[in-house]
C-alpha cells in the first residue's frame, strides 16, 4: 500500500500596504499574526539602509507575496505610495484584502475604485474578532491554492478549532 506524500505549505506571506500614519495598528496587526503563523512585509523592515532601489524592493516583495493588505484609512486613502503599491498588486495579479482599521466612513478609507470590495472592519472593539477573521481569510485564499483540495479541507477545519492564542 503506498502512502500518500504529505505536504507542508510554507507560511502565507502578506505584504502590508498602508500609510506611515497608521504605523501603530500595523505594527499590531504584523505582531499579532505573525503570532499565527502569516510572515508579513514592511517597508521599514523589509528595505534595508543602503538599499540602492527602494522602489525595486517594494516591487519585488509584492511580486512575492501571496497576498497584499490594505490598511484601509483616511490616511491610506490619501497615500500616493499606497495607490501605487496597490495598482502594483493588481499588475502581479496578488489578492488584496482591505482590513479596514480607522475612521467612520468606508469610502473615506479606501482608494477610488476598491470602495466595492468587501473588506474586514478592524476598527476599535473589532480588533479581536477582525484579527480571526484575516488569518482564516488569508489561509483559506493561499492554502486553497497551494494544498489538494482534500488536505486544504481538513487544513482548514483544524484552523477553526484553534483559538487565537493557539490553543485548541
Known sequence: ???TPTHTPTPPSVFFSY???????VERLRTDLGA???TTWVDREGIRPGTPDWEE????AIRAADAVLLVASPN????RYVKDE???AQMYQRPIYPV?????????????????????????ERYTSALSEIVFTLLNQI?????????????????????LDGTP
Open 36 to 38: 499565527q503563523g502569516v
Open 57 to 60: 524592493s517594494l516591487r519585488t
Open 1 to 3: 500500500m503506498s502512502e
Open 143 to 163: 492554502l486553497s491554492h497551494a494544498i489538494p483540495t482534500k488536505a486544504c479541507g481538513r487544513l482548514l477545519l483544524q484552523m477553526r478549532t484553534i483559538s
Open 86 to 88: 496597490l495598482r502594483i
Open 19 to 25: 500609510s506611515r500614519a497608521d504605523s501603530s495598528i
Open 76 to 79: 491610506a486613502r490619501s497615500s
Open 100 to 124: 479596514w482599521v480607522t475612521g467612520t466612513q468606508w469610502m473615506e478609507a479606501i482608494p477610488l475604485g476598491l470602495g466595492g470590495m468587501q473588506y474586514i472592519d478592524a476598527r476599535e
